[in-house]
């Protein structure tokens, strides 16, 4: 079963997502320009959601995996910071995950860390647990990695590390030892522990019952078996109407100048837009369910969670100098057996010449979705859908005298048009 979560939501002047010059995220459709809310920036902020729900219940993703070992390790366990690293390394290229030594800061507080190449998703006390089975077997981790960094060939770095990917048109040696060096490792572990604690080793960076990785999946092209795919599809918000950026030039006054003093501390430019987004998720509860299966109320815990955050979703993006702090004026939620995007309904970019974006944008919507209706429902009239619920959350839609989704119930609360279409997505 899919649920599905169709959102239109205005917000004033506001740069929600930025690109690499500064300015909105911008796509074209129609013909126009339209503002664009990346998906990965909407789904970091629902899984932070996520995060606070059922902390518990929730991983964490980060390149730090060896250093925080090593720090369990020298504080909880006494071991000597280097040998610590060793071990960590040795650990994760055991695993299948390549390390790289780099230097942090700058200047004076400049220090070398060990990092993987690449973000690892997994268990919060992945680190907690990797530290305890080294220092478990520390007679047998410590000799072992020390030898393997010893045995390192000449110019790699040290510690257990690796340098970076080779760049375009590199001849790839360093990749090549790349995979030595992990090869290296996991013999160096079968024999010292064997190649049933490796399979027990991996399950924990394999862990898949968490809720954030089970809804958002994870990608890890070293160990591929801990890969997941996701259960849940967010498409980029867009605007659904053509948009032009404007620039606010500001000025900061200087509090301190003399009084006979002229000019300003400083003066900048910095790039805006507003406009009526449509949203969009997508829900696999078959594959959550997978996933999380026994725990039911896990599951639903999951997908009220994630439905919720949605919905109230806070963009960070200049906040302070905006506050884009809307919800959506008009919430469509559905229960399918596939998912259907309604974006098309704004491939033709609304104008707001009669009633305003708002109004234009629903009624836009509510024309794809008839048709949408009529049109796939079956010769004996049934819906493309199993349940199908709506909330007018803006009174200007809400003065649009015939608005109606057909085969759809209307709600008054939000809470009541999630809570009914996940009741029968669940049963």
Not at 280 to 288: A, E, F, K, M
Not at 383 to 395: D, I, T, W
């Amino acid at each position: 079963m899919i649920v599905e979560l169709h959102a239109l939501q205005y917000f004033p002047v506001n740069n929600l997502n930025r690109d690499d010059t500064g300015a909105p995220k911008t796509t074209t459709l129609g013909g126009g320009t339209r503002a664009r809310w990346s998906t990965q920036s909407q789904k970091r902020l629902m899984r932070e959601a996520m995060q606070k729900i059922a902390p518990e219940h929730c991983g964490t993703r980060t390149r730090w995996l060896p250093e925080k070992i090593a720090d369990v390790l020298e504080k909880q366990y006494g071991h000597p910071r280097a040998e610590a690293l060793d071990a960590a390394a040795f650990l994760l290229r055991a695993l299948g995950l390549e390390t790289q030594r780099a230097h942090y800061g700058r200047g004076p507080d400049a220090r070398p860390v060990t990092r993987t190449k690449v973000l690892v998703f997994s268990r919060v006390d992945t680190a907690d647990q990797y530290a305890a089975f080294l220092h478990e077997h520390w007679d047998l981790a410590r000799p072992t990695s020390a030898a393997l960094v010893r045995e390192a060939p000449k110019g790699r770095g040290r510690r257990g590390t690796t340098s970076a990917a080779p760049a375009e048109g590199d001849t790839g040696e360093a990749s090549e030892t790349n995979e030595k060096e992990k090869d290296a490792a996991r013999k160096a572990f079968d024999a010292a522990f064997g190649a049933e604690e490796l399979t027990r080793q991996r399950a924990v960076l394999a862990s898949k019952d968490l809720i954030d990785i089970a809804l958002f999946g994870r990608m890890l092209s070293e160990v591929p078996d801990a890969n997941v795919d996701a259960a849940v599809s967010v498409a980029h918000a867009i605007t659904t109407h053509v948009i032009t950026l404007d620039f606010d030039y500001y000025t900061a006054v200087d509090d301190a100048n003399p009084s006979d003093a002229e000019g300003v501390g400083m003066i900048g430019v910095q790039p805006y837009t507003s406009g009526v987004y449509y949203r969009y998720l997508s829900l696999d509860l078959d594959v959550l369910t997978e996933r999380l299966q026994p725990n039911a109320e896990l599951i639903r815990l999951a997908a009220e969670g994630l439905c919720t955050a949605f919905v109230h979703l806070r963009p960070r993006a200049k906040a302070t100098n905006s506050a884009p702090f809307t919800r959506p004026g008009l919430l469509l939620a559905v229960a399918a057996h596939a998912p259907h995007s309604l974006a098309s309904s704004f491939v033709r970019p609304v104008t707001g010449e009669h009633g305003g974006l708002l109004t234009a944008s629903a009624d836009a919507l509510r024309r794809h979705w008839n048709h949408h209706v009529r049109g796939y429902s079956n010769t004996d009239g049934e819906p493309p859908f199993v349940n199908a619920r709506y909330s007018v959350l803006n009174p200007d839609i809400a003065e649009i005298g015939d608005f109606a989704l057909d085969q759809a119930t209307h709600e008054t609360l939000a809470d009541q048009t999630i809570a009914a279409v996940l009741t029968t997505a669940l049963s």
